[in-house]
């Protein structure tokens, strides 16, 4: 009888290592193993999680390299959007598991695949995250959880591994740290606790740099075009760019708190230094080149974008109508941003925009006006009145 085939997503862990020889040996399936890079693996981790998948039983693996396209379809908007959840987070590793799920799902009926799965325990929010887009993108596709249906320990896995005679180093790390273009979350020990951060080892980037910094950061319609006047055609280059840059001195660290999509309150720590950067200057060239309005309508948008993209809804097709605003929104939004780095902190010095609304043939705020008279500002000052002036008449009139 010719097997079942089912992928599944490979990180190379405990988890998705103990997947992999339990559906093939215990269920019977044949194997497929796939990793979605979203830009937080290197080639070299790349190599040694391919190897490690052959090693285990693998059958075919495969490296998807959706980077560009993640940039393209998610954090080009979030940037849009200044999106920041919780006004904290710039929602970081966990809008790539959206993307990874659609890149596995995708692979998955390329090969013809009848089952697809996962290494996700049942106390977070990856495992909503893979089963949601799985089921929208491949309904007829039976999803397989073996980690979390079986609510397995740590130590029985390594074990059934061992007894089959796969032997790796999985020491639990004091820390469970995640990287991605989009920044890096840490996890583990002050994280579980509500009185405690993380102390200065538990981040992966440690502070090197002394002293000040100049960083300048040029955009083109929104879009981050160049570092410090060097231009980049891929905008994942300029990203990584800023973080080797800004990284060394320790910026974009803070702590999450907020509710996951199961219900129950989560507290991860987090270093960003480019998303913070980038998104903070572009909110600030913002300021100087939108209307109010623009600005009050986007901050609402990209709350609502941040938060159904955080909580796995990004294949609804309202995310595609706030990007179409999103997009339309930028088209002034060009120049450049100075930002002066120094260890743990930044300042936003200023903006260079030809499209500078604080530049115009009208007046200077606190200065002189040129396009209005005295007389103008005072009768539209007593127009502008006139509600309240009624409101507390009448109030007036009932003893009030």
Same mark, same amino acid.
């Given at each position: 009888?010719?097997?079942?085939?089912?992928?599944?997503?490979?990180?190379?862990?405990?988890?998705?290592?103990?997947?992999?020889?339990?559906?093939?040996?215990?269920?019977?399936?044949?194997?497929?193993?796939?990793?979605?890079?979203?830009?937080?693996?290197?080639? =070299?981790?790349?190599?040694?999680?391919?190897?490690?998948?052959?090693?285990?039983?693998?059958?075919?693996?495969?490296?998807? +390299?959706?980077?560009?396209?993640?940039?393209?379809?998610?954090?080009?908007?979030?940037?849009?959007?200044?999106?920041?959840?919780?006004?904290?987070?710039? $929602?970081?590793?966990?809008?790539?598991?959206? %993307?990874?799920?659609?890149?596995? $799902?995708?692979?998955?009926?390329?090969?013809?695949? +009848?089952?697809?799965?996962?290494?996700?325990?049942?106390?977070?929010?990856?495992?909503?995250?893979?089963?949601?887009?799985? #089921?929208? @993108?491949?309904?007829?596709?039976?999803?397989?959880?073996?980690?979390?249906?079986?609510?397995?320990?740590?130590?029985? =896995?390594?074990?059934?591994?061992?007894?089959?005679?796969?032997?790796? +180093?999985?020491?639990?790390?004091?820390?469970? /740290?995640?990287?991605?273009?989009?920044?890096?979350?840490?996890?583990?020990?002050?994280?579980?606790?509500?009185?405690?951060?993380?102390?200065?080892?538990?981040?992966?980037?440690?502070?090197?740099?002394?002293?000040?910094?100049?960083?300048?950061?040029?955009?083109?319609?929104?879009?981050?075009?160049?570092?410090?006047?060097?231009?980049?055609?891929?905008?994942? +280059?300029? /990203?990584?760019?800023?973080?080797?840059?800004?990284?060394?001195?320790? $910026?974009?660290?803070?702590?999450? $708190?907020?509710?996951?999509?199961?219900?129950?309150?989560?507290?991860?720590?987090?270093?960003?230094?480019?998303?913070?950067?980038?998104?903070?200057?572009?909110?600030?060239?913002?300021?100087?080149?939108?209307?109010?309005?623009?600005?009050?309508?986007?901050?609402?948008?990209?709350?609502?974008?941040?938060? %159904?993209?955080?909580?796995?809804?990004?294949?609804?097709?309202?995310?595609?109508?706030?990007?179409?605003?999103?997009?339309?929104? #930028?088209?002034?939004?060009?120049?450049?941003?100075?930002? @002066?780095?120094?260890?743990?902190?930044?300042?936003?010095?200023?903006?260079?925009?030809?499209?500078?609304?604080?530049?115009?043939? %009208?007046?200077?705020?606190?200065?002189?006006?040129?396009?209005?008279?005295?007389?103008?500002?005072?009768?539209?000052?007593?127009?502008?009145?006139?509600?309240?002036?009624?409101?507390?008449?009448? #109030?007036?009139?009932?003893?009030?």
């Amino acid at each position: 009888m010719e097997k079942k085939k089912v992928v599944l997503a490979f990180s190379g862990g405990l988890d998705t290592s103990f997947c992999v020889k339990y559906l093939s040996e215990e269920l019977g399936y044949e194997v497929y193993t796939a990793i979605a890079n979203t830009g937080g693996f290197s080639d =070299e981790e790349l190599a040694s999680i391919e190897e490690r998948a052959y090693s285990l039983g693998s059958k075919q693996h495969a490296t998807l +390299d959706i980077t560009e396209e993640y940039y393209e379809r998610s954090i080009k908007y979030m940037v849009f959007g200044n999106v920041l959840r919780n006004g904290t987070y710039p $929602i970081s590793v966990s809008s790539e598991r959206i %993307f990874q799920a659609m890149a596995i $799902i995708q692979f998955a009926k390329e090969v013809g695949a +009848d089952c697809v799965a996962h290494g996700s325990t049942g106390a977070g929010n990856d495992q909503v995250r893979f089963d949601l887009t799985f #089921q929208i @993108m491949a309904p007829e596709i039976e999803i397989i959880t073996p980690t979390r249906d079986m609510t397995l320990t740590r130590e029985y =896995e390594i074990n059934y591994l061992k007894e089959r005679g796969y032997v790796a +180093d999985f020491t639990k790390l004091e820390y469970s /740290i995640n990287k991605g273009l989009w920044g890096t979350s840490i996890g583990g020990k002050e994280t579980l606790r509500s009185e405690q951060t993380l102390p200065e080892h538990a981040y992966p980037s440690q502070v090197t740099a002394e002293g000040e910094e100049s960083l300048k950061l040029g955009f083109v319609k929104g879009e981050i075009s160049t570092v410090n006047g060097v231009e980049y055609a891929s905008k994942v +280059d300029a /990203i990584r760019a800023v973080e080797a840059i800004a990284s060394k001195y320790g $910026i974009g660290r803070d702590m999450h $708190i907020g509710d996951t999509i199961i219900g129950i309150k989560g507290r991860v720590g987090f270093e960003a230094a480019a998303p913070m950067l980038i998104i903070n200057a572009h909110k600030m060239l913002e300021k100087h080149t939108l209307t109010k309005w623009q600005m009050y309508w986007k901050d609402q948008v990209g709350t609502w974008y941040g938060m %159904f993209l955080h909580e796995a809804q990004y294949l609804d097709p309202v995310m595609r109508d706030i990007e179409a605003m999103l997009l339309h929104s #930028q088209e002034n939004v060009t120049g450049v941003v100075e930002i @002066m780095l120094r260890p743990l902190s930044y300042t936003l010095v200023g903006v260079e925009s030809s499209f500078d609304l604080m530049k115009t043939d %009208f007046g200077e705020y606190g200065e002189v006006n040129k396009a209005w008279s005295a007389d103008d500002v005072k009768g539209f000052t007593k127009i502008m009145a006139n509600p309240l002036k009624i409101y507390y008449n009448n #109030q007036k009139k009932n003893g009030k």
